[in-house]
């Protein structure tokens, strides 16, 4: 890599990031730090790691040349990163599996963490039993209801999940949740936060255990195409899937980045989760970014049709590469997903996640004003099955 | 200027714990805030701890975070609660009252302005829970300028290193959270806050709170003894006043749960080491 060395020591992506945090969890974040700094330096820990992303996560998965939806488009070369065929689903087992990893070293015996999709929660408890692990997941009372397949795959697991009232009942009120249980249980407690944002050092942590995707998706491009892609398309929650691949592409300056935020029912009505495109800087989470709020600072309520993109805060990296210009951040609204969503699953025979759908539907709006020979790559960063019940609800269809 | 120094100086001349009690602005309701205040003061409070509503209260327990949210259900702004305080000011000159609340609401608003105008209202220190004291420089300094106190936290995980920042950059006193956990969890081993509360007030030459999880005047009475120089009785208090049904209840209720306390101190008072 070249020039780039984000973050700094406190963990501050220029003004964004840092540690914002109540006094009990300082020393949990220091010892955390301390031994992630540790386990990067023992080669048998990166073994180990690389070791479960092939033989228990299925990695290298494929970069997919959607030819069919190409054509259709007739522009760019649309390239997916198929995260989707990772095990359990979606790119957060790659992050899931890192955190375990290092809880386990820690000594560690209870992993805790947040959901929105569902995605994170069944990535966590998949890793607590595989290295047999008490394991404890937060979920807000919506969330529980959109994903209700996610939660029973938890419980299987031998999860616990704890349904959250609080607040909007959605993922920042279940992140909430787990810092309290964190604060409570610190001493024996392991919280694996699912995407690139809270305190330092888990914006750098979460992207350096995600950085996976853009590393083989990279070799692929390379090795299929013969040069780098012009574009790289990721969808916007918290941010883990797009930082994952964007990030060995940030110093090369001929590659666009852009990230996805879930436009809901359209910027103009307010009802969305976009707060790169149209909040502004302040702290939420551990972290400063860009938040949904209101005049008086209290964080507004999200509208998405993925649970996964209904957040008000943004990882504080892509704060940092919005306003650098590295990164740019668009919006797909709920409609223009469900036609990615429908089109991806007619024409290539792949069922993505409603969360990547925003990527895809950025991408199908791209290809066309590009030429043939160009090359748009896109995180593919869940399926969908999860999301059928949504879909076919909206549709007027219960299953 | 901050009232917290002479509170403290007095208190000290009299071996006297001071008994502070929070309540979240705008809880039990809106129009009650002010003669709430006003009631704590008339049941014993040294100085008050006064809740800024928040959206997203990551270290508070469920008592404290459904008062959060009925009060911003109410219309509570930070602004709101700063116009509380100068109002109460218009009838008490002398009791401190420190602002207790998380970040992004005073970020909203610009450190600066919002020191400018808490020390316009008459608040006298200001403790943002999210606001470590690394990342403190900013507000720490604007604080200073408007002559308020900042007050940090410390916990009973907390490092010496932690310990000797937050000696150098807070002021008033160090809010000492008794135990690992979130506002209003169960305590239960209340020697080892005392026996670390007295260290604390040796390393810090700075009066030393302590605050979460108490519930009774017993407890109160025992760190009194154990020299800490002042009690907050948070989640216990707001719990009890969330049942009144008009606000000469909550006031009352507030006077009730309160005396026991303020009892209490006043019996160790001299007995302080
Ligand atoms: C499939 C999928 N994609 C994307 C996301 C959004 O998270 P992030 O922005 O951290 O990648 C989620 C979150 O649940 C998800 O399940």
Redesign the pocket.
Known sequence: MGQYHQPDEQGHFGPYGGRFVAETLVPALEELQDAYREALEDPAFLAEFHGELRQFVGRPNPLYHAARVSRDLGGAQIYLKREDLNHTG???INNAVGQALLARRMGKRRLIAE???G??GVATATVATRYGMECVVYMGEEDVRRQSSNVYRMRLLGAEVEVVTGGTRTLKDALNEALRDWVTHVDNTFYVI???AGPHPYPEMVRNFHRVIGEEARAQCLEQTGRLPDICVA????????MGLFYPFIDEPSVRLVGVEAGGLGLGTGKHAAPLCTGRPGVLHGNRTYLMEDPDGQILATHSIS???DYPGVGPEHAYLKDTGRAEYVVATDEEAMEAFHRLSRVEGIIP?L??SHALACAFRLAPQMRSDQTILVSL??RGDKDIHTVAAREGITL | MSRLPGLFRTLREAGRTALVPFVTAGDPSFQGTVPLLHALVSAGADAIELGVPFSDPMADGPVIQRASERALGRGATLRQVLAWVQEFREKNRHTPIILMGYLNPVEAMGAERFAEAAATAGVDGVILVDLTPEESAHEVQMLHRFHLDPIFLLAPTSSPARVATVKRLGSGFVYYVSLRGITGAEQQDWDEVARRTARLRQELEMPVAVGFGIRDAATAGYLAAAGCDAVVIGSALVDRLAGARDDREAQEVAMEFLLPFSDVLSRHMGKRT
């Open positions: 979606a790119h957060k959901t929105g999709a995605q994170h699912g995407t690139v969808c916007v929650g918290g941010g883990s899937n797009a649970a996964g993109l996640a969360e990547s960063s869940g």
